[in-house]
């Protein structure tokens, strides 16, 4: 079983940044896959970006050039550096591991006003 907390959210002005921050206790020689999902109101659940064990790294669309993925292997947390804020990028933010099942945070609420 791995443990997830996250850390980061808040309110911000569009344009503005924010960085998340997902730290892993537990099982973690188990995982495979990191990164994070969005929830929005109303809407279905979006992956937003992944980091396998081996470093590679993928994108939704939406967030490509804006959103960067990291980690410190040391302090076994994932991070979640997010610029030039929108908007539409309102929504709670869930890490995930993957490893042998999916173990989920529990979420935090990014904010962004116009």
């Known amino acids: 079983q791995v443990q997830l907390v996250e850390s980061g959210g808040g309110l911000v002005q569009a344009g503005g940044s924010l960085r998340l921050s997902c730290a892993a206790s537990?099982?973690?020689?188990?995982?495979?896959?990191m990164g994070w999902y969005r929830q929005a109101p109303g809407e279905q659940r979006e992956l937003v970006t992944t980091?396998?064990?081996?470093?590679?790294?993928n994108y939704a669309d939406s967030v490509k050039g804006r959103f960067t993925i990291s980690r410190d292997n040391a302090k076994n947390t994932v991070y979640l550096q997010m610029n030039s804020l929108k908007p539409e990028d309102t929504a709670v933010y869930y890490c995930?591991?993957?490893?042998?099942?999916?173990?989920w945070g529990q979420g935090t609420q990014v904010t962004v006003s116009s």
């Open positions: 537990g099982s973690i020689f188990s995982i495979n896959v």
């Open positions: 980091i396998t064990s081996g470093g590679r790294i």
């Open positions: 995930f591991a993957l490893g042998v099942g999916i173990n």
